[in-house]
C-alpha cells in the first residue's frame, strides 16, 4: 500500500521539477528538502497542523495556511493530470499524503504550499483488488531447481494432497523482484533477475495457467531468501513488540520482532480443523470438503494427512483455494485466516515465525507469525515408522510453510 504512495509520489516530482535527495543527505527516502510523504497520525485545524508519520517511522509537522492547495490522487495515478480538487476537510488520519514545501534543516516540519492525499479507504481498496488477483492467478512454492540456459525455474508446490514440481518459464518480460534483507514488505522487494535466485528460496508468481498442468505461464514473479522457525513463547514486550521464544529445532533463545507491518494470524485449534478446511478448499467431494485421499473429514475433526497424491485437473489459481494435485493449499489458508493483534499472542503460545535472513540470526523480524501452531506443526511433521521415535516438533517445517513472501 505504502509503496503505492511512494510511486506516486514519484512521478509527481518528476512533474514538480524536484528531485530526491541522495541518501548520504537523509536517512528516511520519504523526506527530502522539497517534501515529506507519510501517513496522517493527527489533525489540528485550529493550529493549523497536521503530523505525519513515515514509513520509517519519522514524525513531521506540517503546517497549512489559507494559500495551500489540497489535491486528491487515485492510487495508481503518478501525476496530477487526473488528480481532483479537494480541502482539508477531505483529509482524515490514516490518510497518506505528500506535502510540498521547504522542509526545515532538523527534517521535522514543513510549511505546506500542496497537499497531496490518497486516502485510506481508496489504498484499501485497491490493495483488496491486487491481493485477490494474486490470489486467484497466483502460486507459491519452494525454488528446487534453475536452468539457466533456458531461464527454467521449477519449484515444489505442496497442498494437503501431495507435493507437485512446478515448472516457471521466465523472460525478459517477466518483471522479477527480490527481497532485500531484514525487509518484511512485499512492495519493498526491489528489481531482481534471474542470477539472483537459488534453490531453497521461496517463490510467489502472479500468471496464468498452461495447458500443462505442471507449468506456469508468469507475469510477476517474487523471490526471497527466508527462514521459518518455530518456538514456544516465553516472554512479549508489547511496548517494543519483542516476542522471546525457545526455538523447537535448535532449543535455544530466540528474539521475535513485531513491526506494523507484520501479520499475526491465529491458527485453529484440532476441533475446529474440519469447519475451515471446508470453507478454505473444496476437495473433490465437492462442497464442505472431502478430506484429502478420499472420504469426507469427521465434524469437528481435522481432514486425514495425505500420503501422497497424484496429479488433479485442477491447475495453478483454481477455485476454492486449490491448486496442482488438488485438495488444500496450505499456504493460502493460512493466509485466510483472520489478522490478530500482538496482545492475543500469549506466554506458552507454539508459533510459526518467517523473515528474511537478516545480520543477526538471534534475532527476526516477523513478516508473518501463526500462534497456536501445536496443530498444524502435528499436520506437517513426517510419521514415525514403527519403533521410531517421534521426530522433533519443528520437524515439518521445511515441509510445506512457505508463507514468507506475503500478498500486497
Known amino acids: 500500500m505504502r509503496t503505492l504512495f511512494f510511486a506516486a509520489a514519484i512521478g509527481l516530482i518528476i512533474l514538480l521539477g524536484s ?38 517511522g519519522s514524525t513531521v509537522v506540517v503546517s497549512f495556511g489559507d494559500k495551500t492547495t489540497y489535491k486528491k490522487l487515485a492510487p495508481g495515478e503518478t501525476s496530477l493530470t487526473n488528480a481532483t480538487d479537494v480541502t482539508l476537510a477531505d483529509l482524515a488520519v490514516g490518510d497518506r499524503v505528500m506535502a510540498r514545501g521547504t ?16 486516502t485510506k479507504g481508496d489504498l484499501a481498496k485497491k490493495q483488496d483488488a491486487e491481493r485477490a488477483e494474486w490470489r486467484r492467478r497466483g502460486i507459491l512454492g519452494v525454488i528446487t531447481a534453475l536452468k539457466p540456459e533456458t531461464k527454467e525455474i521449477t519449484i515444489s508446490h505442496r497442498t494437503l494432497a501431495g507435493t507437485q514440481s512446478i515448472v516457471i518459464p ?7 523482484r527480490r527481497y532485500a534483507p531484514d525487509s518484511i514488505k512485499f512492495g519493498d522487494a526491489k528489481p531482481s533477475n534471474f542470477s539472483e535466485l537459488k534453490v531453497g528460496d521461496q517463490l510467489r508468481a502472479l500468471g496464468d495457467r498452461t495447458e500443462d ?32 521464544i525457545n526455538d523447537l529445532e535448535k532449543k535455544r533463545p530466540l528474539t521475535i520482532v513485531v513491526k506494523q507491518d507484520s501479520v499475526l494470524r491465529r491458527f485453529p485449534p484440532a476441533s475446529e480443523m474440519g469447519a475451515m478446511m471446508g470453507g478454505f478448499g473444496r476437495g473433490p467431494g465437492g462442497p464442505g470438503g472431502a478430506a484429502p485421499g478420499g472420504g469426507q473429514a469427521p465434524q469437528g475433526q481435522p481432514a486425514a494427512r495425505p500420503q501422497g497424491g497424484a496429479p488433479g485437473a485442477g491447475g495453478p489459481g483454481g477455485p476454492g483455494g486449490q491448486r496442482p494435485g488438488g485438495g488444500f493449499d496450505i499456504n493460502n489458508m493460512l493466509e485466510r485466516l483472520p489478522t490478530i493483534p500482538l496482545a492475543d499472542v500469549k506466554v506458552g503460545d507454539t508459533i510459526i515465525v518467517s523473515s528474511t535472513q537478516g545480520v543477526d540470526p538471534t534475532r527476526l523480524t516477523a513478516i508473518s507469525l501463526v500462534t497456536g501452531a501445536d496443530t498444524l506443526l502435528a499436520m506437517l511433521a513426517p510419521r514415525p515408522q514403527p519403533g521410531q521415535t517421534a521426530p522433533n516438533p519443528a520437524a515439518g517445517l521445511g515441509n510445506g510453510i512457505t508463507f514468507g513472501i506475503g500478498l500486497p
Open 19 to 56: 528531485s530526491p535527495t541522495s541518501s548520504a543527505q537523509t536517512a528516511d527516502a520519504n523526506i527530502t528538502a522539497k517534501y515529506a510523504i507519510g501517513e496522517v497520525k493527527a489533525i489540528d485545524a485550529a493550529a493549523k497542523q497536521l503530523t505525519i508519520k513515515t514509513d520509517a
Open 170 to 176: 521466465v523472460s525478459d518480460k517477466t518483471e522479477m
Open 103 to 118: 522542509v526545515s534543516e532538523d527534517r521535522k516540519s514543513v510549511p505546506a504550499v500542496q497537499i497531496v492525499v490518497m
Open 213 to 244: 498442468p505442471l507449468r506456469f505461464n508468469p507475469q510477476k514473479v517474487v523471490t526471497g531468501s527466508f527462514r521459518t522457525v518455530g518456538g514456544v513463547v516465553t516472554a512479549i514486550d508489547p511496548a517494543t513488540g519483542e516476542i522471546k
